[in-house]
């Protein structure tokens, strides 16, 4: 019997300690803390909704005393109601100091740490990495992808100061305005980058707090009070949390406090009928594990909105259904939300462009097969010439309108002798207005690329694009016309050789340059075709090809001509002078060639050095805005920017004039 009785006893006290302990409150060592977000407004005719979300930071889990929490608004106490947090959109920061003080070992432990945070943390939380030096930047936008995460923190060093309050404002404009959005902070010290140290710390602990982001601080090995006093404000932004930790163990347990913290999240409500629209003071008290807890927020309460009456003209069923379910409501939320709209507009304006350059260069665009053709149906008398020349003339006269604003632009012009040479070098199809209207649409299509891609301040942005759409062009049209005017310099040793080649076989100038035209390649087919051309009405051959020299930018052919001449006027065999100006040109395309290949280097070196700075620029508008505008919110930072402007210029210049070599 006693044997019997012992193991009962036993056991029974034993549930009897499990019981005690279980109802015990946290203890010191197991503290909780308590954060407030998500606060929230809805007005609807009847009443008005308030809610908010608490979240609770322990070790082991616990739970909000539901009887004891209470909202007090202006001063009257009401009971809201307490369940389990829904599941929204959340996010998760990992700011990480990488100064020089954090070291190798700090480091290490960062990476550790890490691990266990991501191990621990809810499977539809996203997590991004910003990290602090001498700047500060999101390393990695919040994702799913896990690996990615702990890649990032793998490869992050210590150098530098600490830049820790811009890390705190990139951090926060990456979660973005929507969902439940924390940051988990590690840093050893103050501040040692901004100039204005309490200022901007009050202005970084104010857009934590109106962004209602939560931040759980990890205090590691600092007792600093400029960083005691900095950490401590982010924490007391939103409820968050200060734990100071001194090696690897505690700064793991602190990262995975912090991810467990996602997971005991509840939300209150309390519905408030007849509440006054405008600014209103909300207190929020109650215990979670043995801990009291109190906030205090200011929440805006909007005015009713009267019911509608009913309309006597019945709404079809599915937008009655759709209107119940809040589609239409959410499809009109999505449509107008900011990150959409910029792309819309811009695809929209794109193809209008297009379908505009369409249509304006249709009636010069045409291929040589359409060219024969129009010319032989020129002589055909029939229906389906007379519709095509009327759909062409119909055309011409939607066209006509738009491109004369561009002629008469274009007309008074000194530029404008020198654009249409540079067309006629490139062989394009554009008249001068044409290439007017294609200017106006780069740097209409330079001012959509910088509004999509611009940053908090348009701007800049705008301005950018806008200067790359009206230099873009004139670059572009010399570079093609450059190109050509190159080949054809390649071609003209090969052409001269063909030209004695045929004078020597009994034929005279003029049949040897037909054969140039027939047998050439482009773009020399078609330049000696028209210089022919113009021998046919007249013009002397050699003054038609000393046009067609100028014409092409040609200093080789201007020789040629030149030697044409010469032996017209003192004799001789042109033949034999032709072959001897062939090889004179071919020895110096090959010297060009070797003195391109010894110089190629330090172009490209140019090229790298001169586009760097830029790229970078723009880049880091749209990862760090707050560090760039540095260069246009700040006086030392306009001098440095104009110092770096003309620095570059000068670069540019200096380098041109040491990789330039004549031949």
Known sequence: MFRRLVPAAVTAGLAAIVVVVGSMPASAADSVTVG????????????????????????????????????????????PTVKQAPKRARKAMLVIDTSGSMGVSGMATVRAASKTFLATVPSDVLVGVTSFADTAGVDLAPTLDRKAVQRVVDGLASRGNTSLYAAMSAATTSLGATGDRSILLLSDGADTVA?????????????????????????????????????????????????????????????????????????????????????HQVEVAGVAGGTSFAFTRKVRFDAPVPAAAPSTVPAPQASAQAIAGGSVVDSLATLTKPNYVPWIAAGLLGLAVLTFVMVVSAPTLQTRRERRVAAIEGYVVGSRSAAREEARAAQHNITESLLDLGEKVMKDRESTKTTMSLIERADLPFR????????????????????????????????????????????ALRFMAARRSKHFERQLPDILMLVSTSLKSG????????????????????????????????????????????????????????????????????????????????????????????????KLSAYILVAMPIFLFFYMMRVNYDYV????????????????????????LWMRSVVKIEV
């Open 507 to 602: 034929f005279g100038l003029p049949q040897a340059l037909d054969a140039v035209a027939r047998d050439t390649a482009e773009p020399a087919a078609k330049e000696f075709s028209r210089a022919l051309a113009e021998t046919r009405i007249g013009t002397d051959i050699t003054d038609a090809l000393e046009r067609m020299g100028e014409r092409m930018g040609s200093v080789s052919m201007r020789w040629a001509v030149m030697s044409i001449r010469i032996q017209r006027d003192v004799g001789g065999n042109l033949a034999d002078t032709l072959r001897t100006t062939a090889n004179t040109l071919r020895e110096r395309e090959s010297l060009q060639r070797q003195v391109a290949t010894l110089s190629a280097e330090g």
């Open 195 to 279: 100039r204005n140290g309490p200022a901007t710390l009050s202005t970084t602990v104010d857009k934590l707090r109106s962004a209602g982001v939560r931040v759980d601080v990890v205090r590691f090995k600092t007792s600093d009070p400029d960083a005691v006093t900095a950490l401590s404000g982010f924490a007391s932004a939103n409820g968050g949390s200060v734990v100071p930790a001194a090696d690897t163990a505690a700064v793991a347990s602190a990262f995975q406090t912090a991810a467990k913290a996602l997971d005991q999240q509840v939300q209150f409500s309390l519905s408030l009928p007849g509440v006054k629209a405008g600014d």
């Open 36 to 79: 407030l977000s998500g606060v929230s407004t809805t007005t609807s005719s009847s009443a008005s909704l308030l809610t908010g979300v608490l979240t609770l930071r322990s070790r082991s889990a616990v739970q909000v005393d539901a009887g004891r929490l209470t909202v007090r608004v202006d001063g009257v106490d009401h009971k």
């Open 629 to 652: 505008s540095l260069l246009w919110t700040d006086q030392i930072g306009v001098f440095m920017g104009i110092g770096g402007i003309v620095s570059l210029f000068v670069g540019m």
């Open 432 to 475: 001068a207005g044409e290439w007017f209207v294609v200017r106006v649409i780069a740097v209409v299509l330079g001012v959509v690329g910088g509004w999509l891609f611009g940053a908090e301040s348009p701007m800049i942005p705008l301005g950018a694009g806008a200067l790359v759409g009206l230099v873009l062009p004139p670059v």
